[in-house]
């Protein structure tokens, strides 16, 4: 089990952290501080509703794709060029339905440039993810993750020019930084096409109507668990700019600060998950124990996600003053409260992806569909009052209970045994970890960064104490 896992996972990580934090933190966040949280606001709440319909761009056709290129490997020979057609008639819909609710919002003509492209770019995306999925399903990983950040590489390239060489003549503008984007996507499309295409004999792009409606019904249920579970990720910064008139951009933008380092501590979930989807399948497939597997990387995200959390819930004023030039107490509130959700978000990655390989995506779905209504519910009642801490709050709530009832649904479809003692673990690594970094941050005669560098490397010992982390386990037997 765990050598092969922690091989992939290992490579996966470095390539990811090598990338994705300069993008995120040297180039995402200097374009927000040029522009200011306002500007950076409306193009957060843009980007955000162009994600909310995302997975239509697909349908659950790359989760499916992943899974069942893992458990036959001819699939990737027969469907290819028929999945790429198929794809193409769903990017049209999508524009559709985007543009629909863009005019019918209200979007000025400044705002519909900016989401025409930020639409074209999640079509791209959707493509890129079709043939990490092939990828992944191949058990390429290597591949997969020089894939994952090319776009980002491509992207830093294009907007160190225009942030730091000085040959703009004009002030730096958001669009700018999406048009960068775009060129990214756009180049590792075609990387992607080619890489993908050295597995491939004969595709043949077949546009038949059966065709289109088997692939569709097969992947429907996948397709519904990333729209619903995208709209209670996402909908709440869309709520922010269009609840609160007089300053929803700049609460969005705010909420944008805070969401930035959710989405890069976010980056370890979502790169487990691509990795786990498919050795999940195939263990199921081949009636081997998954049980080693899921107590492995629950216990293992459970006690990385919690230290990272707390820690910075504790140390969340000097986090967001180091980072944004705007930056007061009020940031770091939304922030801290923010960042807590990733506790529970991290472990649905391990039962999500649980769930959906054992193909119960109707508990997913019934799942989802229930932290939608108490997401969307909790931001209509705590935005006009709260703003964006507000939707910070129902995040967390959200999320918890998403977590829960994803966790439960795994123990019983699958009949896992939860022994006793690693829940009491778990609450009692939480509560001294949490004692630990609150004393941290107030006693200890460091400066902070020293202070927050040490109390987060402490997480590792009490985890390891409690059992939560058991690297000997790395190296038993099992190449699963």
Known sequence: MNKRFVANVSLLFVVNLLVKPFWIFGIDRTVQNTVGAAAYGIYFAL???SFLLQTLLDF????YNSRAVAQNRHWLDEHFGGIMAVKLLLAAGYLLLCFTGAVLIGYSRFQLHLLLLLCINQVLVSYIGYFRSNLQGLHLFKADSLLSVLDKLL????????LWSG???FPLQVAWFVYAQTAGYALTFVAGLAIAGRYLHRPVFNLDYRYLVSILRKSYPFALAGVLMSVYNRIDTV????MLPADGAHEAGIYASAYRLLDAVNMI???LSTILLPMFSRMLIKKEPVAPLVSFSAKTLYALATAGAVCCYFYSNQLMHLLYVEANGYYASVF????????????VYVFGSLLAANHNLWHVNTIAVCSVVLNVALNYLLIPQYKALGAAWAALL?????ATLFAIAAVVKLRLRVAPLTVVAALVYAGVYAALANAGSKYLPLPWYASFLLTLAAALPIAWALGLLQLNKVWQTGNN
């Open 167 to 169: 040959l703009m003549p």
């Open 398 to 402: 959200t999320q918890s209970l998403a």
């Open 155 to 162: 992207m830093i390239g294009i907007c160190a020019v225009i």
């Open 269 to 271: 979930g979502v790169l």
């Open 60 to 63: 659950g056709v790359n989760n």
């Open 336 to 347: 801290g409260w923010l960042m807590l959700s990733f506790i529970a978000i991290s472990s």
């Open 47 to 49: 980007f955000n509703y």
């Open 239 to 242: 709520m922010l700019e269009k």
